[in-house]
């Protein structure tokens, strides 16, 4: 598969893109949560944040494979396509009840938001 520097940069800047939107998003989240003590849209930032990282280990594996298994060579539409349909089974995927990273990451976040009412709530020790 060959890659020229244009396609790879426009890829690194669109992966990058959607980090920053989706952890200031968390960011944001994570402080209502804190200042009004309630969970549950803490709940829904860490299924949000769960189905991230499932989508990424989905294009991680798909990268693995290469385009010539087929007849025919994938248009740009059908990749596209398969971006958003994998986007869509990691949702669902977490809606289902995920890999468990969500509850984790809740549960840690909700301890110290209940222990810790000084400090913020981005700073925890994780506990093996």
């Known amino acids: 598969m060959k890659i020229d520097n244009i396609t790879a940069s426009a890829q690194v800047q669109q992966a990058t893109q959607k980090e920053n939107v989706s952890s200031s998003g968390f960011d ?3 402080e209502e949560a804190k200042k009004s003590g309630d969970t549950t849209e803490l709940r829904k930032a ?3 944040l769960e189905a991230i990282f499932i989508d ?3 294009k991680s594996m798909r990268s693995t494979i290469t385009e010539t298994d087929g007849i025919f ?3 740009e539409s059908e990749k596209m396509f398969q971006e958003m349909l994998d986007e869509e089974y990691s949702k669902t ?3 289902a009840g995920g890999i ?3 509850d984790m990451i809740f549960k840690q976040f909700e301890q110290s938001m209940a222990s810790e009412d000084d400090e913020p709530a981005t700073t925890f020790e994780m506990k093996g």
């Open 46 to 48: 860490t299924d949000e």
């Open 100 to 102: 468990g990273i969500s």
């Open 28 to 30: 944001k989240i994570l």
């Open 93 to 95: 995927m977490v809606e």
């Open 73 to 75: 060579k994938k248009s």
């Open 56 to 58: 990424m280990m989905m």
